[in-house]
């Protein structure tokens, strides 16, 4: 198992570099200083983040296709999602964006009990995001619009939607992709809140300091990630054909 | 043993790929063998003769760098021009090609006629006269390929392909499924019978036939209910469908589709996908499931013979495909 | 192969073999050069899997009539080859092995920059090798390596999702793989080691490592929606609702055409280092071969749609795709070309890693040139999903990949072990992988053209020369395969000691102890010389580049 | 080692954040034909910058870190721009010509 004491012929390499040899027990071995290692981290983080944005690049790709296929049909099935939901949602993760990225500026001035009531507050955010996407699915279920499970789709023409049976078929994609996309967005979500916990539980045993935050602020960039992929998914998924009367 | 080398070219496309494949064969049997030849020479001229032998560096050449660089490029030019004038020119068939309706199914090709014969894993064509295939999936995705005429394209479940060749040498040429489709892929060949102008016609007579497609799509036109609300001579509760294919019709959503072949398959398998302006949806069932792709093609080439002026039922000369303009144009409603 | 390794044995220096002893010790490390022995061994169990099914295949194919398995048995067999040769064994072959043993210590790191992500790459690898067995022991699959809508999604009776899944977890080994080498070549540099003194391996792993940071998650996904597509019965692929299947095809050759580059590249990078060392010469135009790996990488991202001209793609974007791939061959000649002029006026030793060197530059010309006949539109209509397409990317990964990795496995055998292997076999079994190499592979272009199509189980009896050629070949090449193996194992006790630098190489990897200590350098580097500096320091910085 | 915004500056993009989003909202209702989603990706667009430029702080990151934001967009499009060449011209008919 790694050891995190450096070895004295380590130390000896640090030197060696000019560095700065502040001796700091969160400095791992194979790194020179601390700045080296806060650096690589950041890049990983962003090099991490370029594997998610093509990842959900792949999913935006198809959608971009079908609903350049099917318009109508997308804006059909849109008007079964409920943009209030929707824009309720963006709103808190905004909120949980701001306290995340003030928590990273409490970390970076080395204010642990700001840092601690920060991440705290975005832990609350994120839940608050999952709890409303957990009633709009169940929604969705009530409302027979879950394609994926058999006898749990009904799209055939209401009242309330007299024209839609012509969207039958097509309609299915738009909500495949509306789970899968919202899916492994809150798939993240539920990733990003255990890692703020985690984060919050290494704030509390005092971890940090203003020369060591490396843990907060990578995840923070992942909190902010998943928040712009939901900016996205909002107006793709639940601000389409809004304008007029469905034909 | 006799072994083979190339296959038959007994296609118009044929000789064409073949010379392109000569040229860059020659291209690449060329360049191997530079590669190779400097090499084995440098690696002889230079062995090393003594274990302290240390060469001069050289450490490169911009004019050889873009010298091997751009020449390359253009040659790969040339091979880029003329594959793709050969591919643009098998893009669309001929206006006088004759149809032949192809389906593909785990694991066999079914082969229909405008005139009503239909066969499985053959395929008879005439030499020297164009002819359109009109691919269709039940499944999956298959491959229609003709070593002989250096051709292939794929059967995509979902729509309507397309290829067309000219066949030059009478000879039975194998067919194959080029795409992998499942446990019996390797079994989904064929063969393509290419007979002269009058053993073909005579093979025509001589295959019993039910009926032209445009017969049997009629009848399934009944049989499935479709003439009762789809009337002929007056606006029943659906669209009059005669002369509907070949123009645009328009849509309830403001927008027009033209009305060809996919146009045609889309509104039988699912009426609601897209709605003749001034009709409601839900009027006709969707037949998603319900008719195989061979009937769907009968089907399709029924009411492409709606489309001229004639009766419904009379065939319509081989090859003869409604021309665009004489078409009413949004010959739908009245 | 761990076993024994770590054996204590006579009093040595300290070195990462013998720094700690016990399962857990290799289980547990964080070091790079412990966890590419790791991912060494894994691989070297996945390609001889994947070799078995290849056996299988060409000893069904002896016989036109398909008679020695039946077709689902025989579907089953080339998927599973196909699956685990480019997912388990290319894919991580070189990069995940010698790119991890060499990359930190070519730049004098002393680790990777994420040693834990790096051991947990190798677990991510693992538990997908595992999902892939798993199918192919509950049955097998049958939807070849390239998963195709709807067969996979709809049709396929097999244990797809498995197989699915073993793909999508070991993708992100790959990733994992490629971020760590990204942070590392641009934060843990030694110093005076500049960009334009990375040796052109560690260059060529940069490259890689962009593809699979920026393509891998692209098949991940696709291969999840597929996935859920099997599993709910319902997806975006389906054509019954409306769903296009050559959309599926784009988005797996999105990343399914750059991986090609993921695993040609690290080789081209081993056969720089090759070269330049059994030639006692600067690579020429080093700025070029660098830049020709970079280009690889990001124009390989333009090409994909070459793998569908025949699937009623537009007619327009074949004529796009057809010319950009036209582009990427320039810069794979560009490398070949500098390679050969490295060899003009240099002192050539025919050391076994130069004779993999050798043929890894004859095939892969003839590999890169076949697949212009595939990126050019009319002969693609013909040739593509023939025996043709099947020569032509063995060439590449078989006559290309696997061989740059044999002559990196001979090159820096002794390095990683401190024992020399035995020169005559290793030369004797090098002469017959080419040899049946060629053998299994060269009459499958002949058979192509003619027409035989590929993943046939039964074929028309007039390709059965080729084929029985090509069996004959796979035989040969078997056993060339068989004996490095061999010898190998023998060498880690019977071979004679290597010495810290046998082949008079330079590269700060020589500058070490063979084996090198845990932590690389008894001392940190600082590099004062352009890589490959043969003439020893007065080498002058390139003279026209 | 960073520069560290001001909290202010983190309030305020939060409240240009938070009323694109209702802009967004309302903006969706009124009829622009094709432009609807122009406006709604732009705006949406408008807000990731906001973030990764702010909260994110790449404004005040290296240009390696903004190199590599950056790639990841630009691989985006490669994906969704040459998929689309594909869907845009697939019913171009070519008659037989190239051009």
Redesign the interface.
Known sequence: MLTPVTAPRRETLSDSHGAVAEHNPNLRHHFDTMEQQFDSATLGMWVFLLTEIMFFGGMFCAYMIYRSMYPAAFASTSAHMNPKWGAINTAVLIVSSLSMALAVRAARLGQQKALQILLLITIFFGLAFLGVKAVEYHEHWVDNKVPLIAGHWDYSNTEHEPNQAQYARQAQILFCFYFFMTGFHAVHMIVGVGLMLTIFAMARKGKFDAHYFTPVEISGLYWHFVDIVWIFLFPLLYLIGRTKELI | MQIPLLPEAASTTAPYVDYLYWYMSAVTVIMTTLIFAAVFFFAIKYRRRSEDEIPQPIHGSLKLEIAWSVIPFLVMLTFFWFGAQIYFANASPPSDAMDVYVVGKQWMWKIQYPEGQREINELHVPVGRPVKLTLASEDVIHSFFVPAFRLKHDVVPGRYDTMWFNATKPGRYHLFCAEYCGTEHSGMVGWVTVMSEPDYENWLANSGAEGTMVQQGERLFGQFGCSSCHQLDQQGRCPNLRGVYGSRVQLNDGKTVLADDAYIRESILNPNAKIVAGYKSDLMPAFQGQISEEGLLQLVVYIKSLAINKAPGEVAAPGTQPARERILPNGVKK | MSTALIEPRTVETPNYLNAEYGWKSWLFTKDHKRIAILYIISITVMFFLGGVFAGLIRFELLTPQGDLVNSDTYNKFFTMHGVIMVFFFLIPSIPATLGNFFVPMMIGAKDLAFPRINLLSWYIYVVGALFALTAVVMGGVDTGWTFYTPFSSTFSNTFVITAACGVFISGFSSILTGLNFIVTVHKMRAPGMTWGRLPLFVWANYATSLIQVLGTPVVAITLALVGLERAFHIGIFDPAIGGDPILFQHMFWFYSHPAVYIMILPGMGVISELVACFSRKAVFGYSFVAASSIGIAVIGFLVWGHHMFVTGMSMYASLYFSLLSMLVAVPSAIKVFNWTATLYRSSISYATPMLYAFGFIGLFTIGGLTGLFLATLATDVHLTDTYFVVAHFHYVMVGGMVMAYMGGMHFWWPKMTGKMYPEGWAKFSALLVFVGFNLTFFPQFAAGYLGQPRRYHAYAPEFQVYNVLSTAGATVLAVGYIIPFIYFMWSLKYGEPAGDNPYKATGLEWKTSSPPPTYNFETPPIVTEEAYAYAGHGAKEGDVV | ??Q??S?RT??L??LT??IM??V??YV?????GEW??VV??L??FF??ML??L????VKA??P??KL??A???F??I???G?????????????????W
């Not at chain 4, 702010?54 to 702080?57: A, G, K, L, Q, R």
Request: proline share 3%; aromatic share 14%; hydrophobic share 60%.
């Open positions: 080692m960073h560290v915004p909290v983190y309030v993009v939060w954040l938070t989003t209702i967004t909202y969706s209702k009124i009829e622009m609807n989603i709604a990706l705006i949406a807000k990731m973030v990764v702010i909260f994110m702080n990151e290296s390696l870190t590599f934001a790639a990841g967009f691989w985006l490669l994906l969704l040459q998929v689309a060449i594909d869907y845009i011209s697939r019913t171009w008919m070519p008659e037989g010509k190239m």
